[in-house]
Structure formats: C-alpha cells, structure tokens
C-alpha cells in the first residue's frame, strides 16, 4: 500500500459546484497534514494545514479522520480559478520528519 | 523578491552529460530540498539539507549529488545524466525539519535528457 494515496480524478465540475476529495496515508504516526495546490507547470503552493478539530477558510473546509486515516478537501462554489491539481500532504512521523505528497487529484471546472 | 529561486528554468541536454542546477532560497529557513516530479506528476523528495548538513538521501543514485555552500543555498549535481532524469526538479524550504511546517517552492527546472 502507499504511504499517501488520492482520489484518481480528474475531477470536472460546473462553476457553483462543490466537490469533495479524499486522501487515505498508512502511517498511524503521522502527525502533520497538509493540502498544496499546483497550477499547471507551476510550483505547489500550500493551501492550508489540516488540524484534528478541522479547518475552514473561505470556501475550503478540510478533515482529519485519525481513526480511518483519512484527511478530505470540500470545495464550495466551485471557481474556474480552482482549477489545479490538488496534493494531500502527510508526514510521515519518523525521527527526521519527512513530508509525503500524494499522488495528486487533477480538478477542472468549467464554465 | 523571489522567496526561493532555482536556475536553470530550462535545461536541454544530451545522455551521458554533466549539469547542475542551482537553489537559493531568502526566507532565512534551516531546511532546504530537492523533490523530481516525473512525466505522472508525482513528486518525490530526493534530499533534504538542514542547516548544510545531509538528513535526509531517498536512495537516490549516486550520480546526484548534492551540495550546501551554506544554509541559503542547496546546489545538485548530476553526472552523466540518463534519459530516465528527464523530469521537472523543484528546491523546497522551510523554517525547519520538524514536518509540520510550510515549505515553499522554487519554480522548477525543467531537465530534458535526450
């Protein structure tokens, strides 16, 4: 199994809509969680951390499941501008901590 | 300011040729990078630095070397270079090792082995 696994995708959804992904990690240990955005062609950039309580901002919410071991993004009214490819990020709890990038999930949305 | 800038932005070069890329980065940060996202876009850390020293050698081949002058900068060296190098190679930091904290990316370099 992957250390950081996502939903396939690509995802492509209407503007106004919401969309969910998933994003399961095998490591227990794992103490930090992340989702990154990457534009085409360009660098990740971070989106938001993702904290056991949750996490809102704006219209991004995400989820920590510690028990199942799975962390979600939901995106609400979904903007053409949202089109990206988003990265699930977990560490990987090891003396020398160690980020893991997921696989990504491609989302389009179109108008 | 650039936070964090790599160069070459481009790099076009034949098998069994030497090349390196250089990464600066200006936030201050202990801890630099360097992450290959190959043709499926997966991006895999290859070396972490933190302040000059070595934590972290993904098994990476040997033909990769890195080098830290001194904690802004983390340099990596590829000798005869194969087809299979062909990737975008982006340079990270952040503000330490500890795994919970930001890192910012350079714009990538994208190397082209023909």
């Known amino acids: 199994r992957k250390e950081v696994e996502q939903d396939p995708g690509p995802f492509n959804v209407p503007e106004g809509a919401t969309v969910a992904f998933n994003c399961t990690y095998s490591?227990?240990?794992?103490?930090?969680f992340f989702w990154y955005r990457q534009d085409c062609r360009k660098e990740p950039k971070l989106l938001m951390s993702v904290y056991s309580s949750g996490n809102e901002d704006g219209r991004f919410t995400a989820q920590l499941n510690r028990a199942s071991q799975y962390i979600s993004l939901l995106i609400r009214d979904s903007k053409l501008s949202d089109s990206a490819t988003y990265l699930c990020?977990?560490?990987?709890?090891?003396?020398?901590?160690?980020?893991?990038f997921g696989p990504g999930t491609s989302l389009s949305v179109i108008p | 300011d650039t936070a964090v800038s790599q160069t070459p932005k481009y790099l076009v070069t034949q098998m069994g040729n030497d090349k390196s890329i250089k990464c600066e980065q200006n936030l201050g940060h202990d801890t630099m990078y360097w992450y290959k996202q190959d043709s499926k876009k997966f991006l895999k850390i290859m070396f972490s630095?933190?302040?000059?020293?070595?934590?972290i050698n993904e098994t990476v081949p040997n033909r990769f070397s890195p080098k830290s002058p001194d904690k802004a900068h983390l340099n990596l060296h590829i000798n005869s270079l194969e087809l299979g190098d062909s990737a975008v190679y982006f340079c990270?930091?952040?503000?330490?090792?500890?795994?919970?904290?930001?890192?910012?990316f350079g714009p990538g370099t994208r190397l082209t082995v023909l």
């Open positions: 490591n227990s240990a794992s103490q930090s």
């Open positions: 990270a930091s952040s503000q330490d090792w500890a795994g919970d904290n930001e890192q910012f």
């Open positions: 990020v977990v560490n990987r709890g090891t003396s020398y901590d160690k980020v893991i």
């Open positions: 630095y933190n302040n000059k020293e070595l934590i």
